[in-house]
């Protein structure tokens, strides 16, 4: 089946499989940061921006994205940079492993919630597994982003 | 994963009804579910392209289409205005954001999991589902039919003053729940909705909410519940207990 699909503001209009899923359309097509995990729905290191909202690619068929647009980490560089700073800094990305499904979680959180609280950062990162932080470094990360995002809005 | 021979996003209930009626073919949702199995499917149905992704507000109720995502229903400022904040408390401890963005209200219903969340939530509030085929028949039908080759396209929730509460329990936070339980009462009726038991939720009616608790956590607790790798039906039945004290007290204080 022929779909178009926006990744990262480049246009691909392609003949897909139905049964493909978009994790592996995108590294077709050189997103390396999307990375299979658990295949479970359960890890959130596949996750990318599917028109704006976070998804798990590996769950979601690539007929799907048909006319839709998608951002990888490749397409949002300049945040991602800024963020992974605060998480170098707190100690936050140890293996790094996790680190590309984890800033798209992140990056989409500040976009969809206005000065999110402890619980809401929690809740909203929920699908987002890391064995190795223990998760307080990237909260302290996250805390601090936020601090200085809104330090710069001011 | 599964495989698929042909996709067709359909242009109509009645296509989707039709290609559905082959036993090779089925009903995408959100898909999380279905990548886990590895069955061969003949045809694969998207509704996606029907509409079916919205929630509507009419004078008496609120129409949820099938392509509805969990997110969407925990996110809706409507919705939490009249049902308060159940629709959140159903989903939110569903894996995570990325996952509730995927996951369809049809596909969760459809399916209708013993661990549903969802399931759980919605029978204790006033609902009736749409079918492509069978038309509109109330949700505690549906939830009782054995699968067949019908099309779920739309849930109606209907507005009434019944007030209602969820709980769950999960061993992990994220993990499929051990237990759910909703409670909800009209006109001092109570309702209480147990699921996760882990066969499909089950609904008991006929007690009032004044009654003295002790009863009220006796009438669950004697409904049937089994053992699977999260919990034994010893420990369900005292969580049965626990929740359903949790759920009245709240739905006491709402009222």
Redo the contacts between chains.
Sequence with gaps: ?QITVTINGKKYTEDV???L?LLDFLRAHGCYSVKRGC????C?LC?VH?NG????S????A??ADGKSVTTLEGLQKEAEEFGGFLADEGGEQCGFCSPGFIM?VL??VRELENPSEQEIQ??????LCRCTGYQSQLRAIQKYLAWKQEGTK | MFTVQQYVKVSSLEEAYTLNQKKSSAVLGGGCWMKMGKRRIGTLIDLSGLGLDTIEETEDSFILGAMVTLRQMETDARLKTTFGSGFADMVRHIVGVQFRNCATLGGSLYSRFGFSDILTWLLALDCDVELAGAGIIPLAQYAATPYDRDVLARVIVHKTSRKAVYESFRNTETDIPVLTCAASSLNGDLRLVIGGRPMRALTVDGLALTKSMETIVEKAQSLPFGSNMRASAQYRRHLAGVLVKRAVLRLREVE
């Design positions: 089946m499989a139905p049964d899923v295949e479970t729905s359960n959130g996750t599917l909202k976070p998804v798990l590996c769950s979601v068929l007929v799907r979680n989409a959180m809740e909203y990162l929920a699908g987002n």
